[in-house]
């Protein structure tokens, strides 16, 4: 069977798993690491998102024989130490907003969130309200309103 290396929270990992399975499987299943959620396999919902070298993508799309040893995997789990402190500052904003409802939508949203401000502050900009749009995270139980707060309040605390 194929074997698979790539940095995963800051580890590198490798894993002997044919080439097509998708990189949430191989995560979830095989490594126990199920902050990305399954709700689509198709790229829509958007609850897989984690970070490939700092870029918001589905992992539910992505065979794992596209992710290259250098490649630098970040999920929910391995977001704080990304800034060195316990919880993200978009956690904790989640936190004080009292953002989740079920929950299962979550991670993903805090992952789309913090790419988001990334890419944002790449090109010298802030999040304003027009910007939401863009967020194509689903949430059954619509706390669409509660996360636009906690990312306005979270995006110039890291
Ligand atoms: S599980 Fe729906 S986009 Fe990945
Ligand atoms: S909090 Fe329930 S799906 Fe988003």
Redesign the pocket.
């Known amino acids: 069977m194929p074997s698979h290396t790539f940095v995963l929270n800051g580890q590198q990992v490798t894993v002997d798993v044919e080439d097509d399975v998708r990189l ?1 499987w191989v995560l979830r299943d095989i490594l126990g690491v199920t902050g990305p959620k ?11 998102t984690s970070h490939v070298n700092g870029r918001a993508v ?1 992992i ?2 992505v065979p794992v024989s596209d992710v290259q040893p250098t490649d630098e995997v970040t999920t929910i789990e391995g977001l704080p130490a990304t800034v060195g402190q316990e919880l993200h500052p978009m956690q904790q904003a989640w936190l004080d907003m009292d953002v989740p409802q079920c929950g299962y939508c979550q991670p993903g949203q805090i992952m789309a969130a913090v790419a988001m401000v990334l890419q944002a502050r790449a090109a010298g900009q802030q999040l304003g309200d027009a910007d939401f749009d863009q967020i194509r995270n689903i949430c059954r139980c619509g706390t669409y309103h509660r996360i636009r707060e906690a990312i306005l309040s979270a995006q110039t605390k890291f």
């Open positions: 949430l399954y709700g689509c396999g198709l790229g829509v919902c958007q609850a897989c589905n539910c799309c």
